[in-house]
């Protein structure tokens, strides 16, 4: 049986993105942006990033990245399970160190040049000690590498219990994308039109499309089937007994079979056996 990683890590990686990819996951991540050009859509906010920033992100929130392609796109990202930070901590720890993840909501932190040196250091070390783990000795390896998990979250805990530096020099195409997520948030379980969001925020319907499409990499109603698709995750797995037809209503959608296909091209599995998958885990639980 092969040994599942609670906490993965992906250093330096420059592969390039085809396209915005939404995604949302059961684990928390940690996003450092290295090189590049990148808008971030997490939730309802756009952030346009800076090498530099460091973004503590809870995984079931809607991400998205969208990279400029003319320019290298690096990043570090860990993946980890918080649970498993309970297991290897004592709890009132553990939930210390996990405690900006839950309730901060997936902030942006800006790192000062002498702290970018220090998550680099760890992170380069971090990455070393974690490629060993393909040697003798996987377990030991890997026992090393989360210790420097929990120094690094110590470190992040630390970076944000100083007033957090946001940029906020927003262009006005940003501020204007930022006004349609925002207005997307809002609305997005009532029926939606390009001529209600064009009318509420005083846009001409092209220039909105146009705007919204060149700033995230997705389309409007992209973005609003992705954001009722992850809403039906969510509700499934804190409500799997609920039926498809109802959680389909409460997220949105006035017809089962457009949900069930876009949730299934979406998420990999139809939403009855997505319930069902959700439903044994509660039962085993």
């Known amino acids: 049986m092969q040994w599942q ?22 684990f928390y991540e940690l996003y450092y942006f290295q090189e590049g050009e990148c808008n971030y859509l997490i939730g309802d906010k756009l952030i346009t990033l800076q090498p530099g920033d460091l973004i503590l992100m809870h995984g079931m929130t809607l991400h998205c990245p969208n990279p400029s392609p003319h320019k290298p796109y690096i990043r570090t990202i860990i993946h980890m399970d918080p649970a498993y930070i309970h297991k290897v901590l004592q709890a009132d720890t553990a939930a210390m160190l996990l405690r900006p993840f839950e309730e901060l909501r997936n902030i942006r932190i800006s ?33 090393r590498f989360v210790l420097r998990v929990i120094e690094l979250l110590h470190l992040v805990r630390d970076w944000c219990s100083e ?9 006005l ?3 204007h994308v930022q006004g349609v997520i925002s207005y997307l948030e809002d609305h997005y379980l009532e029926e939606i039109t390009l001529d209600h969001i064009a009318s509420a925020l005083h846009l001409t ?20 089937y992705n954001r009722r698709i992850n809403q039906a995750k969510m509700l499934f797995r804190l ?9 389909c209503r409460a997220v949105g959608f006035h017809h089962l079979a457009h949900f069930s296909r876009l949730f ?22």
């Open 5 to 26: 990683q609670p906490i993965e890590l992906m250093y330096r990686n420059d592969q390039p993105m085809p396209g915005a990819q939404f995604h949302s996951h059961a």
């Open 111 to 143: 790192l000062s040049p002498r702290d970018q040196a220090e998550l680099e250091g760890l992170l380069e070390e971090m990455n070393q000690i974690y490629q060993r783990k393909s040697e003798t000795g996987v377990r030991t390896a890997y026992d």
């Open 163 to 171: 007033p957090a530096y946001e940029r906020d020099h927003r262009s």
């Open 173 to 175: 195409k940003e501020q």
């Open 205 to 224: 319907k092209p220039y909105l499309s146009n705007l919204f499409k060149d700033v995230t990499g997705t389309t409007v109603f992209k973005y609003l």
């Open 239 to 247: 409500e799997p007994r609920q039926s498809v037809s109802e959680v």
């Open 264 to 285: 299934k091209t979406t998420v990999g599995a139809s939403p009855e056996t997505y319930r069902k998958r959700m439903l044994q885990h509660v039962t085993e639980h």
